[in-house]
């Protein structure tokens, strides 16, 4: 089945600790991104990759990192998170104009 | 700084009614995606509008495309409650990825 995963699907972490959320396509797509969704204000890019080694940013970067190291995998990097960072995340990859999402990762920063 | 606006932003109405969400966007991408998203859930991709006067049409729901008017609409004919969600529309799709609109909270009484 073609899909998108994301783990972990709930995280709930402390300020200063570093975290990783990893997404992985089964699609061999060469586009994947990153998005937050926050209440109000629907998704925003973080950071996106048109392929292995090739990443950039997105509309709000800030405190993220990733990396494209094979095609199926697209992890996003927190160093070290801080509470404005809690929010829901979604892990995309696409081939032409379709999208496919993930299912979400829930991260709460305390 | 490229938009994507969508009214209304919360909508009640009852079943078996009509209404239409607008979707307006700055960019010239003239490619328009509407999704549908349920709580908790990840987005359902409903249409994918990619040309000037596209119009794709679902069971109820039907999206069109004016990309001279930068305009896109969702109409929701003889609506049921099983379609209450949050609907987003969004534009791009190309290397920069999607910008959304912040998203319209549908819900349908009986």
């Known amino acids: 089945e073609a899909q998108v995963t994301q783990n972990p699907r709930y995280l709930i972490t402390v300020t200063g600790k570093k975290l990783t959320v990893t997404c992985s396509q089964n699609?061999?797509?060469?586009?994947m991104s990153w998005y937050r969704q926050d209440p109000g204000l629907g998704l925003r890019q973080i950071y996106y990759s048109m392929n292995v080694e090739v990443t950039d940013k997105g509309d709000v970067p800030e405190g993220y990192k990733v990396s494209r190291k094979e095609k199926r995998n697209f992890p996003l990097i927190l160093e070290s998170p801080s509470p404005n960072q809690t929010s829901l995340y979604f892990c995309?990859?696409?081939?032409?104009?379709?999208?496919?999402f993930g299912p979400g990762t829930r991260l709460t920063v305390t | 700084e490229l938009k994507v606006e969508q009214n209304p932003l919360f909508l009640s109405m009852q079943e078996g009614k009509n209404y239409t969400i607008y979707c307006n966007y700055s960019?010239?991408?003239?490619?328009l995606y509407w999704y549908r998203q349920d709580p908790g859930k990840s987005l359902e991709s409903l249409f994918v509008?990619?040309?000037?006067?596209a119009v794709k049409q679902e069971g109820r729901l039907m999206a069109s495309l004016d990309t001279k008017a930068r305009l896109s609409t969702l109409h929701i004919t003889a609506a049921v409650h099983d379609l209450s969600a949050t609907y987003f529309c969004a534009d791009g799709g190309g290397a920069d990825g999607l910008t959304f609109g912040k998203g319209t909270h549908l819900i349908i009484q009986p």
């Open positions: 960019t010239t991408s003239d490619r």
């Open positions: 699609m061999n797509h060469e586009y």
């Open positions: 995309a990859s696409s081939l032409g104009a379709e999208q496919y």
């Open positions: 509008l990619l040309s000037n006067g």
